[in-house]
DNA sequence: AACCAGGACGTGA
DNA sequence: TCACGTCATGGT
């Protein structure tokens, strides 16, 4: 994959470009019941290219939003597991995960990291979400909910409530000042405002770029090579 | 065998 | 505000 590295470059151009190489990701993924044998425990995480109408239901909605908890700082894969685990377990539903027991939501959740943490953080939304009876978070609601800092916020609303909110992470932040469109120091908030003031303000468009930078950002801006110039070398033949 | 992953919180300066 | 330690499993 060669970006176009000219500081001329529009942020929009940068998502065409990633669009046109990686094709539609079809985020957020769904934990879905399989009949493979080598699915763990019937279950499986699929993505949906082409298919803009997820969520499709409310089960999916929370799903997602769990989803967003249990990827904290762990690779997707591992987050997927401890869904199947909850969804193998019956309990990835917001009424029995109020009322299930912590240590054995611990147990099933292990895969993803941090369980002690993210068993805790998944029964305070649980409540959270209960507690909304069908509206839609808003941000600062979502902020205000202990375990939910602005990534997981705007994840949320932006792909469990189709809601016009750009998600940035680190290597949204990575790839920008890599290509010298932003500081490296730059704040979540300034990096966010930076992509909305550089993109039209569009749901569809947020939720693939955001899936574009993380497929390509997995490729080129893992642990710290970034600091080379992986790109411009790539470019400079 | 280190190193990293689709962050967030608690603490002290 | 902000830098830094902590949380933890699984894949490469």
Same mark, same amino acid.
């Given at each position: 994959?060669?970006?176009?590295?000219?500081?001329?470059?529009?942020?929009?151009?940068?998502?065409?470009?990633?669009?046109?190489?990686?094709?539609?990701?079809?985020?957020?993924?769904?934990?879905?019941?399989?009949?493979?044998?080598?699915?763990?425990?019937?279950?499986?995480?699929?993505?949906?290219?082409?298919?803009?109408?997820?969520?499709?239901?409310?089960?999916?909605?929370?799903?997602?939003?769990?989803?967003?908890?249990?990827?904290?700082?762990?690779?997707?894969?591992?987050?997927?597991?401890?869904?199947? +685990? %909850?969804? &193998?377990?019956?309990? *990835?539903?917001? @009424?029995?995960?109020?009322?299930?027991?912590?240590?054995?939501? #611990?147990?099933?959740?292990?895969?993803?990291?941090?369980?002690?943490?993210?068993?805790?953080?998944?029964?305070?939304?649980?409540?959270?979400?209960?507690?909304?009876?069908?509206?839609?978070?808003?941000?600062?609601?979502?902020?205000?909910?202990?375990?939910?800092?602005?990534?997981?916020?705007?994840?949320?609303?932006?792909?469990?409530?189709?809601?016009?909110?750009?998600?940035?992470?680190?290597?949204?932040?990575?790839?920008?000042?890599?290509?010298?469109?932003?500081?490296?120091?730059?704040?979540?908030?300034?990096?966010?405002?930076?992509?909305?003031? +550089? %993109?039209? &303000?569009?749901?569809? *468009?947020?939720? @693939?770029?955001?899936?574009?930078?993380?497929?390509?950002?997995? #490729?080129?801006?893992?642990?710290?090579?970034?600091?080379?110039?992986?790109?411009?070398?790539?470019?400079?033949?």
């Amino acid at each position: 994959m060669r970006l176009d590295t000219n500081k001329e470059t529009s942020l929009y151009a940068i998502y065409r470009q990633l669009y046109e190489h990686y094709g539609e990701q079809g985020w957020w993924p769904v934990i879905e019941k399989c009949s493979d044998k080598d699915c763990v425990e019937g279950w499986e995480s699929k993505y949906h290219p082409g298919c803009y109408k997820y969520p499709r239901n409310r089960r999916e909605e929370f799903q997602i939003c769990a989803g967003a908890i249990l990827t904290q700082n762990t690779a997707w894969d591992n987050a997927a597991k401890a869904l199947e +685990n %909850l969804a &193998a377990a019956e309990v *990835l539903d917001a @009424e029995k995960l109020v009322n299930a027991e912590e240590i054995s939501v #611990r147990n099933l959740i292990k895969p993803s990291g941090y369980y002690n943490i993210k068993s805790r953080k998944l029964k305070v939304f649980a409540k959270f979400y209960l507690a909304l009876a069908g509206e839609v978070p808003t941000r600062q609601q979502l902020l205000n909910t202990w375990g939910i800092g602005p990534e997981t916020a705007d994840s949320i609303r932006l792909y469990a409530y189709n809601q016009p909110e750009m998600v940035v992470d680190a290597y949204t932040r990575r790839m920008l000042s890599f290509l010298g469109l932003v500081s490296s120091e730059i704040s979540y908030n300034e990096l966010k405002d930076y992509c909305c003031k +550089n %993109l039209p &303000a569009d749901t569809c *468009l947020y939720q @693939e770029f955001h899936a574009l930078i993380v497929a390509h950002g997995k #490729r080129y801006y893992t642990g710290k090579q970034y600091y080379e110039p992986v790109i411009c070398r790539a470019n400079s033949k």
